[in-house]
């Protein structure tokens, strides 16, 4: 938090100010089209503006992603979560769209916090008061206003994406494996270009798959571990996956055309949050053009990976089917990290729980046998409180984490004194204005200020996992319902909400191939969810 001069001793509001600034998608289209950058701009603007009414700014919100709602907007979140505390007299900004753009109920998420903590909106045109009538019903008409220039926009965007499509030209963020996106001269869009190197994989993956070219015919898996056993890169730069395989064999990119709507975004209403999702879509809702770009397969070759595929569905995944797995989202590879899966078998074996990823070594085990000693753990936490001891044992493993967590926020501190230092350097050797010097003081001291308070949370957080009374009090009683109420959940879902409820994640280890029972070298790690009182 910085002073700004000629502060008038009359003003009895003695909390700060904090500016928020969110780039616009007509600030993008003025910054490619030669402006500077939008988000200095207005910091200086703002900045004057505090001057000028002799205003304390103590925080700077700089939103630098797109969204049209309050839950994709994390630095919005932050900003209504210290207004809703009472931390700031107002908050300054462009104009109040830039506050809320989203729909009916963010904005009145937005217009209630700022009215119920008396804070004030001040733009260079006027300043809201939340406490006068006439300047509330402005602001509210402001924000819906914005609402719908919003959609207009979006409107007119889609239209010109549609546009774009049809003349061939490529509009999506992520370029497909094996291409790049080259600007088209002298007009607008782009064009994707293969890519030589990644180009020959691609070719490769569709000869293997489909005997082309007179290679032997691989089926996924087996060209997934050959290219792992190459150590080629994958497009996530990870190991390669059957689902990463699948995807470019389904690919119509690769001989020509764009596809357009194959992963459309869906929102549905959980628990009164609307949570979006990206589904794959029919293939009657996906449309097709012609693209403008090289294909890198033939039309005949992609056809015939299509007939195979076609043959050999994949099995539906979650989001297509009920869950099967209790211990879906919750136990993990030690090796590569990836969550561990459930594998069903037609023999009638018992599923199995294993790692997806070809290239790493752990060893599956029945599904049942890891339930199982998930379950036994939950018994010997609640058997060690009931001989009185204070704490459970894999505490320390959150506690490690703790640490290294304490170790990284200690080290973000000492970067910001020196950048602190180097700051005082170079406004004295002239390189940095009075002005700059104040905003690079401003944005380090708020950093201070997030960075010490997170500190002093965690440290607090660490010694309280060796108090012993807290988890006793609140996770045990919680983890008796759980085995209580364990046996006679309905399904695999309900078993997987219930041991949700108190453990955070389990590591798996096994490297040594032996079913018998008590063989192996099977291990779990489990890490119990923290009650929030810690």
């Not at 200086?44 to 002799?54: E, V």
Request: aromatic content about 8%; proline content about 6%.
């Amino acid at each position: 938090m910085f002073p700004l001069p000629h502060r008038d001793s009359t003003r009895t509001d003695s909390r700060p100010c904090a500016v928020y600034l969110r780039k616009s998608r007509k600030d993008a289209e003025a910054e490619a089209l030669g402006e500077t950058d939008t988000l200095r701009r207005h910091r200086t603007r703002l900045l004057a503006l505090a001057d000028q009414q002799c205003l304390t700014v103590a925080q700077i919100y700089e939103e630098v992603v797109s969204g049209d709602s309050i839950a994709a907007r994390p630095e919005m979140q932050k900003l209504l979560s210290a207004v809703e505390r009472g931390a700031f007299s107002g908050v300054l900004v462009m104009e109040v769209e830039r506050l809320a753009r989203g729909d009916t109920i963010d904005q009145g998420i937005v217009a209630q916090t700022f009215k119920y903590s008396g804070t004030k909106i001040i733009t260079p045109v006027k300043t809201y008061d939340p406490e006068n009538e006439f300047d509330e019903e402005y602001f509210e008409f402001g924000l819906f206003m914005s609402r719908r220039e919003y959609k207009a926009i979006n409107r007119r965007l889609q239209r010109g994406r549609d546009a774009s499509m049809r003349e061939g030209k490529f509009v999506g963020n992520k370029t497909p494996f094996g291409y790049s996106r080259r600007k088209l001269e002298h007009e607008k869009g782009f064009v994707l270009e293969p890519v030589s190197e990644q180009a020959g994989i691609v070719r490769h993956i569709f000869n293997w798959y489909t005997g082309g070219d007179g290679a032997p015919r691989l089926g996924i898996s087996l060209i997934v571990r050959r290219l792992n056993e190459l150590h080629i890169p994958s497009p996530s730069g990870r190991d390669w996956t059957n689902s990463a395989v699948r995807g470019i064999l389904a690919n119509p990119t690769y001989c020509g055309w764009l596809r357009w709507g194959n992963r459309a975004t869906v929102k549905r209403v959980v628990d009164g949050e609307v949570v979006p999702s990206r589904p794959l879509a029919p293939a009657a809702e996906v449309r097709l053009y012609r693209g403008l770009h090289k294909p890198i397969v033939p039309q005949e070759l992609f056809d015939r990976a299509q007939r195979l595929l076609s043959s050999n569905p994949s099995r539906p995944g979650p989001k297509q089917a009920a869950m099967a797995n209790p211990l879906c989202g919750l136990v993990f590879c030690e090796q590569c990290g990836r969550a561990m899966v459930r594998r069903p078998y037609t023999s009638g074996r018992e599923p199995c729980l294993m790692c997806a990823c070809s290239s790493c070594a752990t060893v599956s085990s029945d599904l049942a046998v890891v339930e199982a000693l998930i379950l036994a753990a939950l018994r010997e936490w609640t058997g060690k409180f009931d001989l009185g001891e204070a704490r459970f044992p894999t505490y320390d493993g959150s506690a490690a984490l703790l640490r290294s967590s304490l170790e990284t926020l200690e080290a973000g501190l000492a970067s910001l004194k020196s950048r602190e230092a180097k700051a005082y350097e170079l406004v004295e050797a002239g390189v940095y204005t009075p002005e700059v010097f104040r905003r690079r003081l401003s944005s380090i001291s708020a950093e201070r200020s997030a960075l010490t308070a997170k500190l002093d949370a965690q440290r607090e957080q660490l010694g309280s996992l060796f108090e012993g009374e807290c988890p006793r009090a609140e996770l045990v009683p919680t983890i008796r319902h759980v085995l209580d109420a364990y046996p006679a959940a309905s399904g695999a879902e309900e078993k997987n909400r219930l041991l949700r409820a108190v453990v955070c994640k389990a590591i798996y280890h096994k490297t040594r191939r032996d079913r018998s029972p008590g063989g192996g070298d099977l291990s779990l790690t489990l890490y119990p969810v923290i009650p929030p009182s810690l």
